[in-house]
C-alpha cells in the first residue's frame, strides 16, 4: 500500500495547500488530490518540486507498507422503515487484501441506522462494522495484517472505507452519521 505523506508533512509545518499551490506553482487540486491520497498518479515533475518546497526526500513523502488492501463491492439496501421512527439499512463490502503473492477477500457485514426520528432533519445516523465469518482464515489474516499496519496507513484504510460507505450506506436525507472505527470493529470480534 503507498501512500502520500503530505497532509502529515503540511500539518507539521502548518502549511496550507493554497499557499503551497501559490508558493510551488502546483495546482490546488492536484495537491487536494495527493493529500487526500486519491490521486491516480504523479509526475516526477511534482515529486521533485514538493520535496524541495518541504526539504524532504521522497521517502519521506510517499510511504509503502507491503501489505494493500482494496475496498470492493460497497452496497447497502434498505432493510426496515417505520415512518417516524426507525431506518435501517444494511449492507456489506469486502477487503481484499494482497500480501506478496498471496491474495485473502474479506467480507464484511454493516448496518445503519437512525439515532433520531427520520421526519425531524437533520438525520443523525451511525455505521457498525463486522466480519461475516469471523473464524474464517480470511478473517484472520485480516486482522494479523491489519494490526502490523502503522497509524498512518490505518487512518488512510479507515478514510476509503468510509468515503466507500458513504454514498451507499447514509441516505441522502441524512445530515450527520458516524461509523465505527474499523480498529473498534476489529477488537470486538
Same mark, same amino acid.
Given at each position: 500500500?503507498?501512500?502520500?505523506?503530505?497532509?502529515?508533512?503540511?500539518?507539521?509545518? +502548518?502549511? &496550507?495547500?493554497?499557499?503551497?499551490? &501559490?508558493?510551488?506553482?502546483?495546482?490546488?487540486?492536484?495537491?487536494?488530490?495527493?493529500?487526500?491520497?486519491?490521486?491516480?498518479?504523479?509526475?516526477?515533475? =511534482?515529486?521533485? =518540486?514538493?520535496?524541495?518546497?518541504?526539504?524532504?526526500?521522497?521517502?519521506?513523502?510517499?510511504?509503502?507498507?507491503?501489505?494493500?488492501?482494496?475496498?470492493?463491492?460497497?452496497?447497502?439496501?434498505?432493510?426496515?422503515?417505520?415512518?417516524?421512527?426507525?431506518?435501517?439499512?444494511?449492507?456489506?463490502?469486502?477487503?481484499?487484501?494482497?500480501?506478496?503473492?498471496?491474495?485473502?477477500?474479506?467480507?464484511?457485514? =454493516?448496518?445503519?441506522?437512525?439515532?433520531?426520528?427520520? +421526519?425531524?432533519?437533520?438525520?443523525?445516523?451511525?455505521?457498525?462494522?463486522?466480519?461475516?465469518?469471523?473464524?474464517?482464515?480470511?478473517?484472520?489474516?485480516?486482522?494479523?495484517?491489519?494490526?502490523?499496519?502503522?497509524?498512518?496507513?490505518?487512518?488512510?484504510?479507515?478514510? +476509503?472505507?468510509?468515503?466507500?460507505?458513504?454514498?451507499?450506506?447514509?441516505?441522502?436525507?441524512?445530515?450527520?452519521?458516524?461509523?465505527?472505527?474499523?480498529?473498534?470493529?476489529?477488537?470486538?470480534?
Amino acid at each position: 500500500m503507498l501512500i502520500f505523506n503530505l497532509s502529515v508533512l503540511l500539518a507539521e509545518r +502548518n502549511l &496550507k495547500i493554497n499557499k503551497v499551490s &501559490k508558493d510551488t506553482g502546483i495546482s490546488r487540486t492536484t495537491l487536494t488530490s495527493l493529500a487526500k491520497n486519491h490521486a491516480q498518479g504523479i509526475q516526477f515533475e =511534482t515529486v521533485n =518540486t514538493l520535496c524541495l518546497y518541504l526539504n524532504v526526500s521522497p521517502s519521506d513523502l510517499m510511504k509503502i507498507h507491503p501489505v494493500d488492501f482494496r475496498i470492493e463491492e460497497a452496497k447497502a439496501s434498505l432493510y426496515n422503515e417505520r415512518v417516524k421512527q426507525d431506518t435501517t439499512l444494511k449492507g456489506s463490502f469486502i477487503i481484499r487484501i494482497k500480501a506478496g503473492l498471496k491474495y485473502y477477500v474479506v467480507p464484511f457485514n =454493516t448496518y445503519t441506522k437512525s439515532l433520531s426520528d427520520i +421526519n425531524v432533519p437533520p438525520v443523525t445516523m451511525h455505521c457498525g462494522i463486522s466480519f461475516t465469518d469471523s473464524a474464517s482464515l480470511e478473517a484472520e489474516a485480516f486482522r494479523k495484517y491489519y494490526a502490523e499496519l502503522p497509524v498512518i496507513f490505518k487512518s488512510q484504510l479507515n478514510t +476509503n472505507l468510509f468515503d466507500e460507505l458513504e454514498s451507499v450506506a447514509f441516505p441522502l436525507y441524512c445530515g450527520e452519521y458516524t461509523i465505527s472505527n474499523l480498529d473498534e470493529a476489529i477488537r470486538q470480534l
